[in-house]
């Protein structure tokens, strides 16, 4: 486990620190409150990516793509088993990092004991910045 503190100006670290760690195919859950900056993270994740169209949380939509190996996913509204009966879990085969809001510890013991690289990051607020929780 690693805890990195940083601004919205210093992201960069933490996706600094992801590159190092994570294989190129990974699923990170990514937990925390409402306005947490789960979906900023993503952002900043994309950013350093090169994507350059806008990164937003897919709430409605359940999974947004941005260029070919990084997904975004909202399970806010969406239990473990209609995840699964929606046959979403076979999207975590397509190469690339699949982060994941709102994913339940169900969801997690699944893929982990199908094989799949799961990681999580906890956020939360540390006064003007945010503390950074990866479990790895």
């Not at 409605?60 to 979403?88: K, P, T, V």
């Amino acid at each position: 486990m690693k805890e990195i503190v940083a601004s919205l100006e210093e992201l960069e670290t933490i996706v600094d620190y992801l590159n190092e760690v994570l294989p190129s195919n990974a699923v990170v859950f990514l937990r925390g409150d409402l306005a947490a900056g789960k979906t900023t993270l993503t952002q900043a994740i994309a950013k350093q990516r090169g994507i350059t169209g806008d990164v937003t949380s897919p709430t409605f939509s359940l999974q947004h793509c941005y260029g070919d190996d990084l997904y975004h996913y909202d399970l806010y509204r969406l239990d473990h088993e209609a995840f699964m009966q929606m046959g979403l879990y076979e999207e975590f085969d397509k190469p690339g990092w699949h982060m994941v809001e709102w994913g339940s510890d169900a969801l997690k013991t699944f893929l982990e004991s199908a094989g799949y690289h799961v990681a999580m990051i906890e956020i939360e607020p540390a006064g003007d910045a945010r503390k950074y929780r990866i479990i790895d």
